[in-house]
């Protein structure tokens, strides 16, 4: 651990009523359709301050990293009562540079949290091997972060991410998900829309049923995708999402969570089975 992550650590101090709450809440799968909050625009800020609407926000790794520099903590932006779901996905370039102990030391400094983590690209259009290795590579980060969280006692819960699309691909999280007892995944869905990949949303219902039949998944969060068309044709076990964008207003939000939120759950009591079950 880096010195400046050693005094960051020792500055957290004594554990609040509103902190011991948030760490049962964390545990807790991501249910409904939650507003994704850009810190790099300061309106996004003013409406966080005071905020009782949200139970989640979700955030951006980088500008999560930038608020901590600034401010030493996101507690001038978030409320006590706020989880936030901070998504390291970006684009290739930005994670090629970020090191692990750039993840830790925003770990160090996050409220009780859950986290998505991400490194190195896999791409459909890369040789089998080298989407294996991918895919092994963010394993290994992830039960490398999960040591440094249980060594350390960071109050975050990581949530991974899909880095696969086939059946064998999320073969290769089944040891992870044994080990840490994860029962959820974040399934990143911006790539499949626009450039080459166009609208394919059927593709992508098909690879978050591949993840949740293979892994035993009790709950998917799906990042991106906020059509209600999209929503109502997902798996039932797809409790969650988000879009890649924030909407501009609360007010218009709210409206717009209630109509999405019938069509995520639209589905809730259809059953479906594991592929362990024909195993």
Same mark, same amino acid.
């Given at each position: 651990?880096?010195?400046?992550?050693?005094? $960051?650590?020792?500055?957290?101090?004594?554990?609040?009523?509103?902190?011991?709450?948030?760490?049962? #809440?964390? #545990?807790?799968?991501?249910?409904?359709?939650?507003?994704?909050?850009?810190?790099?625009?300061?309106?996004?800020?003013?409406?966080?301050?005071?905020?009782?609407?949200?139970?989640?926000?979700?955030?951006?790794?980088?500008?999560?990293?930038?608020? $901590?520099?600034?401010?030493?903590?996101?507690?001038?932006?978030?409320?006590?009562?706020?989880?936030?779901?901070?998504?390291?996905? %970006?684009?290739?370039?930005?994670?090629?540079?970020?090191?692990?102990?750039?993840?830790?030391?925003?770990?160090?400094?996050?409220?009780? +949290?859950?986290?998505?983590?991400?490194?190195?690209?896999?791409?459909?259009?890369?040789?089998?091997?080298?989407?294996?290795?991918?895919?092994? +590579?963010?394993?290994?980060?992830?039960?490398?972060?999960?040591?440094?969280?249980?060594?350390?006692?960071?109050?975050?819960?990581?949530?991974?991410?899909?880095?696969?699309?086939?059946?064998?691909?999320?073969?290769?999280?089944?040891?992870?998900?044994?080990?840490?007892?994860?029962?959820?995944?974040?399934?990143?869905?911006?790539?499949?829309?626009?450039?080459?990949?166009?609208?394919?949303?059927?593709?992508?219902?098909?690879? +978050?049923?591949?993840?949740?039949?293979?892994?035993?998944?009790?709950?998917?969060?799906? $990042?991106?995708?906020?059509?209600?068309?999209?929503?109502?044709?997902?798996?039932? @076990?797809?409790?969650?999402?988000?879009?890649?964008? %924030?909407?501009?207003?609360?007010?218009?939000?709210?409206?717009?969570? @209630? @109509?999405?939120? #019938?069509?995520?759950? +639209?589905?809730?009591?259809?059953?479906?089975?594991?592929?362990?079950?024909?195993?």
């Amino acid at each position: 651990m880096s010195t400046s992550a050693t005094n $960051i650590r020792s500055r957290r101090g004594q554990q609040t009523l509103a902190e011991a709450v948030n760490l049962r #809440r964390i #545990r807790e799968p991501i249910l409904g359709v939650h507003k994704r909050f850009e810190l790099s625009d300061d309106e996004a800020e003013q409406q966080l301050r005071g905020d009782t609407r949200h139970s989640h926000v979700v955030l951006n790794f980088s500008e999560v990293e930038e608020v $901590i520099e600034r401010d030493g903590s996101l507690d001038e932006v978030l409320e006590e009562w706020h989880i936030p779901i901070v998504v390291a996905t %970006q684009d290739d370039a930005i994670l090629d540079t970020r090191s692990f102990q750039d993840v830790l030391n925003v770990l160090f400094v996050l409220p009780p +949290a859950i986290f998505v983590p991400d490194i190195v690209y896999n791409y459909d259009t890369m040789q089998p091997n080298d989407q294996v290795k991918a895919i092994k +590579a963010y394993v290994f980060h992830v039960r490398e972060l999960e040591r440094a969280i249980a060594e350390h006692n960071i109050p975050v819960r990581l949530l991974p991410t899909n880095k696969g699309w086939t059946v064998p691909h999320f073969e290769l999280y089944r040891e992870l998900y044994e080990e840490c007892g994860y029962t959820e995944m974040a399934l990143y869905g911006v790539q499949y829309s626009g450039g080459r990949a166009g609208n394919a949303t059927r593709q992508l219902r098909r690879h +978050a049923t591949f993840a949740i039949q293979t892994l035993n998944l009790e709950n998917v969060f799906v $990042i991106g995708r906020l059509g209600l068309d999209e929503l109502l044709r997902f798996d039932p @076990r797809v409790n969650g999402a988000c879009g890649l964008r %924030q909407l501009q207003t609360d007010e218009r939000f709210a409206d717009v969570q @209630r @109509r999405l939120q #019938r069509a995520l759950f +639209a589905n809730s009591d259809h059953t479906q089975s594991n592929l362990t079950t024909f195993q």
